[in-house]
């Protein structure tokens, strides 16, 4: 590496060096008036010798150095015509040349000079040559320094012969003149050697300069930033080539002043007058300040940043940049960081900065601000079923459909998913939002086409008002959620306002959450188990297991209140699982032939490890596959069909029995029946409710029992409760039985007691 700089150098200097002695060559052509000058001047040596002696001497010399004087007229003429780009190639080729004739023409000037003073030397030609000559010697130096071997071989043809003829004469006074012409040699010489130097030293410090000031143009032209610099009268003296490509200027017309540069801009981008006024008033004032100032201005369809910088004696710099890209980079970032990029709604950040503000306003002025908490109802089978791509178009639907329904004042935001929020701006009164809500449930509940698709989906909204219900953003966003979710499970549709008893429920559900894991862990939840019974002869065919809570404080926890929560947090799974294999270990103490029924969640039968769950658990407890019955309801099988029948395949593999319970409140039943091979149907007990004051029910009842003894398959009638209710149902052929009728759900230990009796003298039906 430093051997290639070394070299690099080195070919940087000789070149330099190479351009310094073709402009050196060059300054000897760069003195026509002294050129010709010399030419007179050095003929008057022999005319003069020949007007005054008449000797034919002097006409061959004229002559000869009139042939000089034409050849070095024809090399000033030829260069002078010759291309700078050639001239300067064959620069040592111009010097040999100019060499030439030079030193020729002064040898003969020399001649003529020695052969005058030798002739007349006590007379006035003596003293023409000396003057000549003298002249000649001054002259030399001047013109030809560029070039010292020129003038030392001038100087020594026009000074040797002079000399000479001088130390021809013995006279000390001859020899005198001869030295003293010797010391004009010498110093000529040095004359010379200094004239060189300083001619030299010149023109590299010109090409320096010249190299500097083309590196400096090179440099503002190579600028992506544009740069004009000007004096205290705001006259310009520098504008680079980036400030005319930036606003479409012509390079070739340089501007004189900074009033003459916005004017040329404002032509050029078709600014209006009044904008150019303001935009050179505005450059101007900038310009005068005595520290740096930044403005924008957008110029057409671009934006620019201009520094301003204050230089010495009231000059100035201007440093313009094209900051377009930043700008809109930083507006999109904006954008992305305050609006839903799929809705081109507010989103939850700029929502809450704007209710953030909307509170301290209100707290300051005693106002009002409504705000509604909107969630769409079916919105997830939408998604699921056609994909979320047309998921993504309703929301967008959705979303101008709120804006319509809002005034300009009021902001619409989407929090996520399929969550909106309106905030309604503050009023002194009660802002009406009952009927923004209404017209929003109405709105959203019209049908949508999307795609070819029609589609009908509804919305639940919960609404507040601060500061009666909160006085923060937070605080009231908690209240607006509890209000939308509590108008959510009270039916979809509709919209509840706020209630601090719904904040109580919340605190209570949390408890029994958190109470509800602890539980779990500590396995403190018990198992009971309802019989199922053949009505006709009260044997007992299968005991279902059914969880129960008693909580050292709160007493008995109702499974109504516990298992939704532990289906919405996800450990309902965990309690499945629990529950199945406390079930397994304990029918296995039953007798062989009582089966033991366990209910699965939708989620725990979702499971991809539901089959190797349920295989650990029998051979845990020791219990035959055969006497396990899984419970699953139709909105299980509703899923995903294609898993649900490779769960049930696998189950019915391991030997493990299938019944499908709340059967006739979903709207295939039929269907699964003859997709899923269930060994069992649990007619829902809103059937059995019906049964004394509904013939339809009756008639429906009695036409399912028909068709599952067609199929083979195990009907149960739930709920039973009256002895009406077990003759209605034993005339339709329904003799499998669950409910208070018979008997409540026990725990273990009384169910061996059941049990006991038993085998002291009634039956266990085992159903095939």
Request: glycine content about 8%; charged content about 25%; hydrophobic content about 45%.
């Amino acid at each position: 590496m430093r051997a290639s700089n070394v070299n690099a150098n080195d070919t940087e200097a000789c070149e330099a060096r190479e351009e310094i002695y073709r402009d050196l060559v060059d300054t000897l052509f760069g003195t026509p008036g002294s050129f010709a000058a010399g030419l007179v001047g050095g003929l008057i040596a022999p005319v003069s010798a020949w007007l005054m002696t008449g000797r034919e001497v002097y006409v061959v010399l004229t002559i000869v150095m009139m042939c000089f004087a034409a050849y070095r007229l024809y090399v000033l003429y030829s260069h002078t015509m010759t291309p700078r780009d050639i001239r300067r190639r064959d620069a040592q080729l111009w010097e040999i040349r100019y060499g030439i004739g030079g030193v020729g023409f002064m040898t003969a000037v020399g001649v003529s000079v020695a052969i005058l003073f030798s002739e007349h030397h006590d007379e006035i030609g003596g003293y023409y040559g000396i003057v000549i000559m003298m002249s000649g010697v001054g002259m030399l130096a001047g013109r030809n320094a560029g070039s010292p071997r020129i003038v030392y071989a001038q100087m020594i043809g026009l000074c040797t012969p002079l000399t000479v003829a001088a130390l021809m004469h013995d006279d000390l006074r001859y020899w005198g003149l001869a030295s003293i012409f010797v010391l004009v040699m010498v110093s000529l010489r040095s004359t010379t050697k200094f004239l060189h130097a300083n001619l030299e030293s010149a023109l590299r410090n010109g090409r320096d300069a010249d190299t500097q000031r083309r590196r400096f143009k090179s440099a503002l032209n190579s600028m992506t930033h544009g740069l004009c610099m000007g004096r205290a009268d705001k006259s310009l003296t520098v504008v680079n080539r980036r400030m005319y490509d930036f606003f479409g200027l012509d390079p070739q017309n340089m501007p004189k002043d900074l009033a003459t540069l916005t004017d040329m801009i404002g032509d050029s981008t078709k600014m209006s007058r009044e904008d150019a006024r303001i935009f050179l008033e505005q450059w101007t004032s900038r310009t005068s300040l005595s520290r740096t100032d930044v403005f924008s201005r957008e110029i057409g369809a671009r934006i620019f940043d201009f520094r301003c910088e204050p230089a010495d004696n009231g000059a100035f710099v201007t440093v313009v940049e094209d900051v377009t890209e930043q700008r809109r980079a930083a507006r999109e970032i904006e954008r992305i960081a305050h609006f839903d990029t799929l809705t081109g709604l507010a989103n939850r950040f700029q929502f809450q900065q704007r209710l953030e503000r909307d509170l301290r306003h209100i707290r300051k002025r005693g106002l009002s601000l409504a705000l509604l908490c909107i969630d769409l109802d079916q919105f997830k089978e939408v998604n699921d079923t056609l994909g979320h791509t047309i998921g993504d178009r309703l929301l967008c639907a959705v979303a101008e459909r709120l804006r319509e329904c809002v005034r300009s004042v009021d902001m619409v935001a989407r929090f996520g998913g399929d969550e909106f929020c309106i905030l309604m701006h503050p009023t002194i009164e009660t802002p009406p939002a009952d009927a923004l809500a209404r017209r929003a449930i109405e709105a959203i509940g019209r049908p949508y086409v999307v795609e070819g698709h029609t589609i009908v989906i509804g919305a639940s909204v919960g609404l507040c008002v601060a500061p009666r219900d909160a006085s923060t953003a937070e605080g009231l966003l908690k209240c607006g959620d509890l209000a939308m979710y509590n108008s959510k499970a009270a039916g979809r549709r509709q919209a509840l306002w706020f209630d601090t008893a719904m904040e109580d429920a919340l605190v209570s559900k949390r408890r029994i959450e958190r109470e509800l894991r602890e539980a779990l862990r500590t396995e403190a939840l018990e198992v009971h188990y309802q019989p199922i019974f053949d009505a006709r002869d009260q044997s007992v065919s299968t005991c279902e297991a059914l969880t129960r809570w008693r909580h050292p404080q709160l007493g008995y926890v109702s499974p109504s209140a516990f298992i939704p929560i532990a289906e919405e947090t996800g450990m309902i799974v965990e309690l499945g699982e629990w529950v199945l294999r406390r079930a397994c270990r304990d029918a296995h103490l039953w007798p062989s032939e009582a089966r033991v029924a366990v209910n699965f969640s939708s989620r725990q039968f979702q499971q991809p490890d539901l089959i190797d769950k349920v295989r650990a658990a029998l051979d845990a407890a020791g219990l035959e596959p055969s006497r396990l019955e899984i419970e699953i309801t139709e909105s299980t099988l509703m899923q995903d069909t294609e898993d649900a029948a490779d769960k049930i395949a696998g189950l019915r593999a391991l030997g493990v029995r299938l019944s499908l319970d709340d059967f006739g409140t979903g709207f295939s039943s039929l269907g699964y029946l003859n997709r899923f091979p269930v060994d069992k149907v649990k007619l829902d007990r809103s059937f059995v409710s019906d049964l004394s004051a509904s013939s339809k029910t009756q008639a429906i009842i009695g036409a399912v029992s028909l068709l599952t003894a067609e199929l083979g398959i195990d009907l149960v009638a739930e709920g039973v409760e009256t002895n009406e209710q077990r003759a209605l149902l034993l005339a339709k052929n329904v003799h499998l039985m669950q409910g208070f009728l018979f008997s409540m759900a026990k725990p273990q230990a009384e169910l061996a007691l059941l049990f006991a009796g038993v085998s002291r003298g009634g039956k266990l039906k085992v159903v095939a």
